[in-house]
């Protein structure tokens, strides 16, 4: 079945460090989803990509959509304590299949 | 905005009996999803239902069984819990399966 892999698994940046995560999927994907979810939240939408190579910005979050389809990647731009929180990311078909996760954590 | 709710944050189930875990939302979505959540390995699809009574199996449907008898909920059902089954249970809805989900707060199930 669809594979949908995510590095790091976690990252600690001081404040105001740049910050990226990679979700690689092992088939081409028709659209991917991107969420945060804080220490003790639940999962919550920031952004979906659909166009091969799109180019999304939300502020200090620009997200990438590959020109295959098949990888995609979020960075973060001067990193706040905001920021904290794991990172999923989501791709398929019939439903999401969800990466791993990549945690994080943002030293003031 | 759209609410999506769990019937409990926290429970504390026995090996072997029978549990129920209730999501409920308010948007009239089609589709439902329950997913567990567990230490580096992420948010893992159980069962989603894109219908009512309509259901279908996710990566790791083993052990557990869903139930959609109205379209606004959609249960989790542990027949016969397990040790292994100790885990955080999120819920989710949209409005097609490739729509943003929206998730419920969670519940954290500890099987002893």
């Known amino acids: 079945g669809q594979q949908v892999m995510q590095i790091p698994q976690y990252q600690h940046v001081q404040e105001g460090e740049d910050f990226t995560t990679y979700c690689n999927s092992s088939t081409t994907l028709s659209n991917i989803q991107w969420y945060k979810q804080r220490p003790g939240g639940h999962p919550v939408f920031l952004i979906q990509l659909v166009k091969s190579g799109e180019v999304k910005k939300q502020k200090r979050l620009t997200f990438q959509f590959g020109e295959a389809k098949k990888n995609s990647s979020l960075h973060i731009t001067a990193t706040q304590t905001t920021d904290v929180g794991t990172y999923f990311c989501?791709?398929?078909?019939?439903?999401?299949?969800f990466g791993s996760g990549t945690r994080l954590q943002v030293q003031p | 905005d759209v609410k999506v709710t769990q019937s409990s944050r926290y429970l504390v189930k026995r090996t072997g009996e029978k549990v129920f875990l209730e999501c409920v939302q308010d948007m009239d979505h089609e589709n439902m999803f329950w997913y567990r959540q567990d230490p580096g390995l992420g948010l893992r699809l159980i069962y989603f239902s894109y219908d009512v009574k309509m259901k279908e199996k996710g990566d790791i449907p083993e052990g557990y069984s869903v139930s959609r008898e109205k379209k606004e909920r959609f249960s989790l059902i542990l027949e016969s819990a397990s040790t292994n089954q100790t885990s955080m249970y999120l819920c989710?809805?949209?409005?097609?399966?490739?729509?943003?989900?929206?998730f419920g707060p969670g519940t954290r199930l500890t099987v002893l």
């Open positions: 989710a809805s949209s409005t097609t399966t490739r729509d943003t989900q929206y």
């Open positions: 989501g791709g398929g078909r019939r439903a999401l299949t």
